[in-house]
């Protein structure tokens, strides 16, 4: 590709979304991101890109709403006049015992981490250019249930791996990558490191503890970038041992933590 790279990242506006944004801004690319409520939050990210030299365009997008997940794309490129790379950030974290959740907050899972990805992606491939990148953000815990509550989350977010590996071998021959990432505990608000189970998740973890959402940009940038080019198809994941099961015993022999 030559030219400007432009990126769209969904729920950019804070958390690792936002990390993204700032993280492929320095790299060099425009990109246009969506939030849903927060204007001012929405506003200070895109103040950060433009005072990187970059161009920011953020809209205002329910990516539980699929046509405004659309009109997303479709705005980018008008905007930008082409697309290269895709990420599909936006998500929420619905946990409470199995029998409990609704109906309504099924669909709405569904729509946000499985129909949302799906459909930008399809309204994406009418702008993308030829090399272009398809990015998802998934759940380690996806992999291993470490906790209860977690069947409507997990069931949504697993639905990232089987359109990853599917996408990218549809998408290979115009050289288009289709990866996921997968996240473990994170330093955000929806997760922050002194939070009420903040201690129990260290425990899990190898490194002892939390990730920072840079973490997460610096591996999506990576994948964005002309040198990850023949990684297509991947679930690479980011949780600093998270899911090798390490022990809290073992853990506390060995003297690990932060």
Same mark, same amino acid.
């Given at each position: 590709? %030559?030219? %400007? %790279?432009?990126?769209?990242?969904? /729920?950019g506006s804070r958390g690792i979304g936002a990390a993204i944004v700032r993280k492929l801004a320095r790299a060099g690319a425009d990109v246009a991101f969506t939030y849903q409520r927060d204007e001012v939050a929405a506003k200070g990210v895109a103040d950060e890109v433009a005072a990187l030299g970059r161009r920011a365009l953020p809209l205002k997008a329910d990516s539980a709403d699929a046509a405004q997940v659309v009109d997303a794309v479709d705005a980018t490129a008008r905007e930008f006049g082409h697309l290269d790379v895709l990420v599909n950030n936006a /998500? +929420?974290? &619905?946990?409470? &015992?199995? @029998? *409990?959740? %609704? $109906?309504d907050e099924i669909d709405n899972a569904l729509? +946000?981490? @499985?129909? @949302? &990805?799906?459909?930008a992606g399809q309204a994406a491939l009418a702008h993308l250019r030829d090399g272009g990148r398809i +990015?998802?953000? #998934?759940?380690? $815990?996806? *992999? =291993?249930?470490?906790? /209860? #509550?977690?069947?409507?989350?997990? $069931?949504?977010?697993?639905a990232l791996t089987g359109y990853t590996k599917a996408l990218? =071998?549809?998408? /290979?021959? =115009? #050289? +288009?990558? !289709?990866?996921? !990432?997968? &996240? #473990?505990?994170? *330093?955000?608000?929806?997760?922050p490191a002194d939070g009420a189970h903040a201690s129990t998740q260290r425990d899990f973890n190898a490194l002892g503890c939390f990730g920072t959402p840079d973490d997460v940009a610096e591996l999506v940038a990576f994948l964005a970038s002309p040198a990850a080019r023949s990684i297509t198809g991947a679930v690479l994941t980011v949780d600093g041992g998270t899911n090798a099961q390490v022990r809290t015993i073992r853990k506390r022999l060995l003297g690990r933590g932060c």
């Open positions: 590709m %030559t030219g %400007t %790279t432009v990126a769209l990242v969904t /729920g /998500g +929420i974290f &619905p946990a409470k &015992p199995y @029998a *409990d959740f %609704t $109906l729509a +946000i981490h @499985a129909r @949302a &990805p799906f459909v +990015i998802s953000i #998934g759940s380690n $815990l996806t *992999d =291993r249930a470490l906790f /209860g #509550g977690l069947a409507l989350y997990n $069931l949504s977010k697993s990218a =071998r549809e998408l /290979g021959p =115009r #050289g +288009i990558t !289709v990866n996921l !990432v997968q &996240p #473990g505990s994170t *330093d955000t608000e929806m997760n």
